[in-house]
């Protein structure tokens, strides 16, 4: 493994359910374990990791690679039967955890030839450790929104009178990649008015008018690792009195939740300092979503801050805090950011202000 | 169902496995039953469908949507445990095909609680349906091609002195929408010169030079289906011998194993044509790929034109045929067409010329 303590977090959290090895899929976990990307598509790939044996890689040999990856690497072809090749490395007389992703064309033939003595989904092992980001990945993490800062400047600039949502939209990508990113994180949101109380709106012609409140959410990949950003803007006018209202207590929601935020404390809870603010406020049913997602390799990760998640924050936890009040035809505002939990308490990944900003 | 006829096809090879109800997860699937795209991310989506009741959607509250698709709906929340929901649908006291795709973290907790007697992946039974294309569908595969064919014709007009893959490609996009395609059907394949004769090369910056063969892999989405086409075109020189040699190789094994197409012949005898035309030449060790894929709705669907596939090609069927003669750090060509089988015989669904062509 490129990294034998990431390895042994999971090993760890296997033990705590009684296996002593596991077959890994998702291509994520493995770039995560070995630094190394593979999309097999349609194809095998696991990564077998074990208490007793050192692990071992099956990908097909359309994949073939000469880098070191601290993994048996075993090549398998089109044509070939993978069975009895699973079958020379995994220990038969023992559970074996599989991967929540692994597809029922692979898990099945795995079950009626007795790969196993039983199988169990054991990706928590894997999807809690991940949640842990170790130095390396924070500082990426760090990296990767210092980047966002950056381009949300640049995004500023693409809104003109009679632009549209779409021709702001085409523009990022290039922008990302001139500053050192290597794509999006996620596709970017761009709407302007009450296209922003959408939720599951799409880049779209229209057009934006004076008045329109502007809302970005946007995050690129910087050394594989995202960043994930919400900023509402309003143009031309400064908002009337109800856009002013929603944006102020979007804000302190978004300011408070953080604010909050130490080690140990119930995810739910942050959610609930976000929800009871714009509750009190007023808009308790325009706040349609759950406070923040997990982040680290992919946009979104295993772990959320939601009503429903009783666990616990922990130093290392990557996550975003992202309140949004949304009133249908009129105005939607979103503020996000990226936090970190530190030892100290807590860290803001971006930096780019969240004043009320009229622009043009 | 939107589609009747598509779920008869499918049940009626689900009889031929003796299963009577079979548990859908494929968006695609899902779509070319129902019409109705649904992107469920990690949340279950599945489509039962049965030989004794009405076909049934179980979809996550989320995606809830208004329109009519011929199955009773069944809407879940994100806290909600399926597997009761499922129960109430499903025969327990028989077997029940599943998805290839399904995954781990529902297939295993179906199985535990018992939701069928057993459990098959009847992935073939709607793979082999949708490898045959109704009228609708092939009419649509013809104009995603005709697309594709005025695209190349603009995608030709790119090449100029100076520029490098990635300002090529990423001109694309904007070509294919303005012509009415909704995407790309894949990322767009350019290379220039040695690179061409790389199978995983990406568009990079890589600059034009005199004399270099000009790749171009690329493929649109009209109406939800695909197109695909590559053509090789040489920059300012004629090519010189060896690269004639290779391409005048590779346009006749392309030519010939399209004019055997007909309805009732083994797919993997196509290959072999194309395969010994490029090896009398001497170049088999070259041809370091099948010779086709089947594609509609997805660019790569189950099927293809190989060594290994005993298969007989049917009316209905489409796919590409793909010939390509590769020599490392000199040339790379790849002639490429998509063919649907009719019952006269066979239709090539694009039409861009295929003689060899001097840019600039």
């Known amino acids: 493994m490129t990294d034998r303590s990431r390895l042994e ?46 692990p071992v890689l099956f990908v097909n040999e359309l994949f073939q690679f000469d880098e070191e990856i601290g993994a048996q690497k075993v090549y398998f072809s089109d044509t070939d039967n993978i069975i009895p090749l699973l079958k020379e490395k995994v220990q038969a007389d023992q559970a074996l955890g599989v991967d929540k992703i692994m597809a029922a064309r692979f898990l099945l033939p795995m079950m009626e030839q007795h790969v196993a003595k039983s199988f169990a989904n054991t990706s928590p092992a894997v999807d809690l450790s991940r949640a842990v980001k170790d130095a390396a990945e924070q500082e990426k993490m760090r990296r990767s929104s210092h980047v966002n800062d950056l381009a949300m400047e640049q995004f500023k600039k693409l809104i003109h009178a009679g632009v549209t949502e779409l021709e702001v939209a085409e523009q990022m990508l290039g922008i990302y990649k001139s500053l050192g990113a290597s794509g999006y994180s996620f596709d970017p949101i761009v709407a302007f008015g009450g296209n922003a109380a959408d939720g599951h709106h799409m880049p779209d012609e229209t057009v934006l008018r004076d ?24 143009w031309k006018k400064e908002p009337d009195e109800k856009a002013r209202e929603v944006y102020e207590l979007t804000r302190r929601a978004n300011q408070e939740a953080e604010d909050m935020l130490i080690a140990g404390i119930p995810l739910m809870s942050v959610d609930k300092m976000a929800r009871d603010i714009i509750t009190e406020g007023g808009y308790g049913p325009n706040f349609t979503h759950r406070l923040g997602h997990f982040i680290g390799i992919e946009d979104h990760e295993f772990g959320d801050v939601s009503q429903a998640n009783e666990n616990l924050t922990e130093v290392g936890n990557t996550f975003s805090i992202e309140p949004g009040i949304y009133v249908p035809g009129a105005v939607g505002v979103r503020i996000e950011d990226l936090v970190l939990i530190t030892s100290e308490g807590h860290e803001i990944l971006n930096h780019y202000s969240k004043e009320i900003e009229v622009l043009g």
Request: charged share 25%; with cysteine.
């Open 211 to 234: 008045g329109d409140c502007v809302l970005l959410d946007v995050g690129c990949i910087v050394d594989n690792y995202c960043s994930d950003m919400t900023r509402t803007f309003f």
């Open 9 to 54: 977090k999971i090993l760890q959290r296997l033990d705590g359910m009684k296996l002593r090895q596991m077959m890994i899929c998702d291509p994520t976990a493995i770039f995560y374990l070995t630094g190394k990307w593979i999309f097999p598509g349609e194809r095998f790939l696991g990564l077998l990791i074990s208490r007793d044996r050192e």
